[in-house]
């Protein structure tokens, strides 16, 4: 079998890191995992490069999770030119029902895997799901979810109950600063957030990598494979949606927009847990990637507004 070199180096690093850092220790964890991460990125630039492996039994029995993110809507308050997620491209955007985010959790939690360690709550922007409290706290007191980010552009006031459940030491707040777009609000949560003694960091960015519209491009699987493997996504951006485990955000518009997709786990599946999981990240393509341009070069301007008519 062919596995994808990448990932599997990737999760081999995490599960040192796991045992490296004893992650049951809150304190002791306060590694940030992209430091890992990107020396191996540059060793992987210009991507592509598959191996035969032999892969570990230990692997396998004790599987943990480096990136999670869970995505609860598809409601924004801006309309980003060049979304990673589409927003602007969806026709109705709506929050994930509660039932059906708690059940994913669920699902997830229950299973065999040994440990998120970075589960990430995102959309559309996260804080104007209704039940982003309830969501926020099932997180903050799993044990096997060691740490647990946010991403908001800023422009949604946040209610003292949910400023009382991000003080809690496992959270991290990141906000997306789009200068004249979002800036006055962005100062505003960051002095909230200093207040509160909140973990939190402002994403100053002057341009996105561009991953194109959500058009089908018909490429032949061997081109695919190639997009595949040069992207971060799948190693470190899984997403859970709808009690599907997709290897990429875009495949969220997909579900929602009835596109056939192969490549996704059914969470709820009698036999979801450590040998599908493996099996899906060291994986060398997916669907999904038909409907992407992602090349590593082409930038895009960070956060410049579309429209709404």
Not at 197 to 207: K, S
């Amino acid at each position: 079998m062919r596995f994808s070199f990448k990932n599997q180096m990737i999760l081999l690093i995490c599960r040192l890191i796991y045992y490296a850092r004893n992650l049951n220790n809150l304190d002791a964890w306060k590694i940030k995992l992209d430091k890992y991460y990107m020396p191996l990125f540059r060793y992987w630039k210009g991507g592509g490069e598959t191996k035969d492996v032999i892969v570990g039994e230990l692997c396998k029995k004790a599987f943990i999770i480096p990136r999670l993110s869970f995505f609860i809507t598809t409601r924004c308050t801006l309309r980003c030119d060049g979304c990673a997620a589409l927003i602007p491209y969806f026709q109705e955007c709506r929050d994930v029902d509660l039932a059906c985010v708690l059940s994913d959790m669920k699902a997830l939690l229950n299973s065999d895997i040994k440990a998120i360690c970075c589960l990430n709550i995102v959309g559309g922007e996260p804080f104007l799901h209704r039940n982003i409290k309830e969501i926020l706290c099932v997180a903050v007191e799993s044990v096997k979810v060691k740490s647990i980010e946010l991403t908001t552009n800023a422009t949604v006031a946040l209610p003292d109950e949910i400023i009382k459940v991000l003080e809690n030491p496992k959270v991290t707040v990141f906000i997306s600063d789009y200068g004249d777009v979002n800036g006055k609000h962005v100062e505003t949560l960051s002095e909230i957030f200093r207040a509160h003694h909140i973990n939190f960091r402002v994403l100053e960015q002057e341009h996105w990598w561009d991953f194109g519209s959500p058009n089908y491009n018909q490429r032949e699987k061997k081109i695919n494979d190639e997009f595949y493997n040069r992207c971060y996504q799948p190693a470190l951006c899984r997403v859970v949606y709808k009690g599907k485990l997709l290897s990429c955000a875009r495949g969220v518009f997909l579900v929602d927009h009835h596109k056939i997709l192969q490549d996704f786990l059914d969470i709820h599946s009698s036999d979801f847990g450590v040998e599908t999981l493996w099996e899906s990240y060291v994986n060398i393509n997916s669907d999904i990637c038909d409907y992407c341009t992602y090349n590593n070069e082409v930038k895009i301007e960070c956060g410049k507004q579309l429209s709404r008519e």
